[in-house]
């Protein structure tokens, strides 16, 4: 089989399937997961250039279900080189409007999915992958400026950096690095809303070339982080965000 072996989470839609693709593109094979989009994964699927892509289903906040999809993929690529944790949530819940009860909820369900769901992957990827494996995680700026309005996204990307940081330590013995993306607005599907109107010009504006990222500029950072040559990147968080926040 050619190519390396490469399973993106969340790759039906936005970042991820950029990844998907850019993956693809220089070879690679990929197991594009979803977890509620079977239509999406198998369109992006036969889109992708080359051959030997499959589709594969799980919420990985289950810890059943991320293991039974990380088993199906390495017996379908025939191991994992590369893994990209990307599959994310965000929740609107600031602290002063919403009930306990809510407050309760989305704590859960955002730490679940942005910060256990990656270590339930992760654990089992590793397992599929020999030296030269490279781990890489897609956090947030949220993890240092602060999420006013989505502390439970911001806490869990956190989480996620400092779980990048010691993974990569604990697994370099093995010849596996392990990095982190931690971009600012992307356009997709997740922040449709913050982008619209008033709000959307003053985030537009936070960047002098006066714009949000693509999803291709993040996918090509993730490219460079799971290359061969990115051994030395391990344990770095790469903040990508077009020059945003630099000015005093
Ligand atoms: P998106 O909503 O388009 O994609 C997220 C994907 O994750 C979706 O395909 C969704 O189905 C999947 N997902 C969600 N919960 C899941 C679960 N329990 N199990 C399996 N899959 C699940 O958003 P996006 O902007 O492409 O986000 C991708 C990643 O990038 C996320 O981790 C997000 O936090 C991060 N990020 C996004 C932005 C941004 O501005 N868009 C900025 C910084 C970081």
Do not use: C
Not at 10 to 31: E, N, T
Not at 124 to 145: E, K, L, P, Y
Not at 239 to 246: K, R, T
Request: proline letters at 5%; charged letters at 20%.
């Amino acid at each position: 089989m050619s190519g390396r072996a490469v399973l993106v989470t969340g790759a039906s839609r936005g970042i991820g399937r950029a990844i998907a693709l850019a993956f693809a593109a220089q070879g690679d094979r990929v197991a594009v997961h979803h977890r509620n989009s079977p239509d999406l994964a198998e369109q992006l699927r036969a889109e992708l250039p080359g051959d030997g892509h499959v589709v594969v289903r799980a919420d990985v906040a289950d810890p059943a279900e991320a293991r039974r999809m990380v088993e199906e993929v390495a017996a379908a690529l025939d191991g994992v080189d590369v893994l990209v944790n990307n599959a994310g949530i965000f929740a609107h819940h600031p602290i002063t409007e919403v009930t306990y009860e809510e407050w309760q909820a989305v704590w859960r369900e955002t730490l679940d999915v942005n910060l256990i769901g990656p270590a339930n992957v992760t654990w089992n990827a590793v397992r599929h992958m020999g030296r030269g494996g490279r781990i890489v995680n897609v956090s947030s700026r949220g993890a240092f400026r602060g999420e006013p309005d989505s502390p439970a996204y911001g806490a869990g990307k956190a989480g996620m950096n400092a779980m990048g940081q010691s993974l990569a330590i604990a697994l370099a013995p093995l010849g596996i690095a392990v990095a982190t993306v931690a971009p600012g607005f992307v356009e997709t599907d997740m922040v449709t809303e913050h982008l619209k109107g008033e709000r959307g010009d003053a985030i537009r504006t936070q960047s002098p070339f006066g714009r949000v990222a693509r999803p291709e500029e993040i996918a090509a950072a993730v490219l460079y982080l799971a290359s061969p040559a990115a051994e030395w990147a391990s344990g770095t968080i790469v903040d990508l965000n077009g020059a945003s926040y630099l000015r005093s």
